[in-house]
């Protein structure tokens, strides 16, 4: 199975459904295109629309991060942030340090970019093993690391504030890069963590994000700050992507500053919370023993099944059953993480839903 092919929808989910939040953003899209007048004939400016900035800048206040809109760039998602970061930072053969379990995605920008791959282990619970870090770094020359401190996917841990204030300290004394992926940075329902930029004194990371997992995917709607790297960041999007549609970001702009999305997500994290306890009660009923983290954020959690469970295999039978889970194997390059899978609980509660994970067990034998 590629990695491209990875994603964990269950049956069930209704398509249909519009939540009354989004009903209003795109009222807001749709009211800032009616206002264009002779913007269609102009390129936006590469780093963005202003008074998205702005926003973005206000709410990065509320995480400890004093950002100014000028520190920040506007991309088509947290994906092209995450090729910018690299590209500005690393040369073809370059050393990248990545979590392990962590996001393919990123997996597969390190491949396609021609760059060499460290493992670091992390966590469940606890995230990157900044000591592990730290010993590696005595052993490789690493140009970058790129870390989720907040529920990271697959597993949904968060790294505490010793742990990211260490690896700072790490990437001033060895001269590297910190790519953080935020994209779940905003999803927490007992807190929102700080970003990791609330204590980058010496400027060395470069934060990543975007609306796709709070918001809406199809927005292509994204951010970058690019610390000491950022005009270089801003020269790559200018000569891979010219400028984004203004018209989005004023109407994703006004939705910020009239309150929308706050209301919006204020519901969304109870609705995750509330996903996230079903699935937990679901699971607790299955007649195997297994390990479930139990994040307080993000959309999906991580499962360790027996020893015995082959998920790639696994992957292939639940298919047939229309169940469709993300085999472990998919969020390292070494092969690691065979028992274990991640499933999702960014969808609203079924019944087809909860039948189709009753059955997977069925098929692990
Ligand atoms: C951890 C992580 N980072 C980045 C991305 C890419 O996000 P976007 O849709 O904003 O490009 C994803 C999408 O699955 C993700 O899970």
Redesign the pocket.
Known sequence: MSRSAAFDLLPGSDKNEVPAGIVQLNRSISRALRRQRGDFQYYDEPAGDPSLRQQIALRAAKRGWQAEADELCIT?????S?FLALMAVCQKGDVVAVEAPG?Y??LQLLEQLGLQVVEIPASAETGLDVGAFEQTLQRWDIKACVV?PSF??PTGASMSLHSRVHLIELAERHDLAIIE?D??GESGWLVVPDTLKAVDHPNRVIHCS????VLS?DL?L?WISGGRWHDDIVRLKLTSQLASSRFIQRGVADFFADGGYAAYLRRYRQQLQCQRDQLLDLLGTWPIPIRATSPAGGLALWLELPEHVDTIKLYNRALDEGVVITPGELFSMSGKFSNCLRLSFAHPWTRARAEALMRLPGLMA
């Open positions: 088509s998602g947290c994906q092209q995450l996001f995605g990123v989720s990271a996917t992926d994209i779940y975007s609306l796709s997992k995917r292509r994204g």
